[in-house]
């Protein structure tokens, strides 16, 4: 029906400084209320640090990774020093069973600590009874 689209193709945007950023010099810390001045970024230095640290907790996942690799250092540090498991429930009497796991006598959801003495050693099947009387949580 005689439509026309006009498109407008002007190459002018292009010219306007658009590739040339007017240079800046220093503009405040995007933190409310800090007083610093900063040439590039978001944030002072100080800020940014902050900043980034929250970003971190939030996720999770500084902690929780430290927790790990400490957590896996004195698992083997401890099946290294107590190579047989415990056999809590009597379940491999005058067996002796090579320990594959370490476990939380006091679970840590339970306030246990990861200290020697509330760890022992366990076969992968004590561990595993363990783990499912304790509806499933991985101590
Ligand atoms: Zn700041
Ligand atoms: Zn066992």
Avoid at 5 to 10: F, L, N
Avoid at 42 to 55: D, L, N, S, V
Wanted: proline share 5%.
């Amino acid at each position: 029906m005689g439509t026309e689209w006009s498109i407008s193709t002007s190459g002018r945007l292009a010219d306007k400084g658009i590739v040339t950023m007017p240079r800046r010099s220093l503009y405040a810390c995007h933190h409310p209320g800090c007083p610093e001045s900063i040439r590039e970024g978001r944030f002072c230095p100080a800020h940014e640090k902050k900043h980034q640290a929250e970003i971190d907790q939030r996720r999770g996942s500084a902690a929780s990774r430290g927790y790990d690799a400490r957590w896996r250092r004195l698992r083997k540090m401890y099946l290294a020093a107590n190579p047989i498991c415990v056999d809590p429930f009597n379940d491999h009497p005058g067996q002796v069973v090579l320990a594959t796991d370490v476990d939380h006598k006091v679970s840590k959801s339970k306030g246990g600590t990861s200290r020697w003495d509330n760890l022992e050693s366990l076969c992968h099947t004590c561990h595993s009874k363990k783990t499912a009387k304790e509806d499933g949580r991985w101590g």
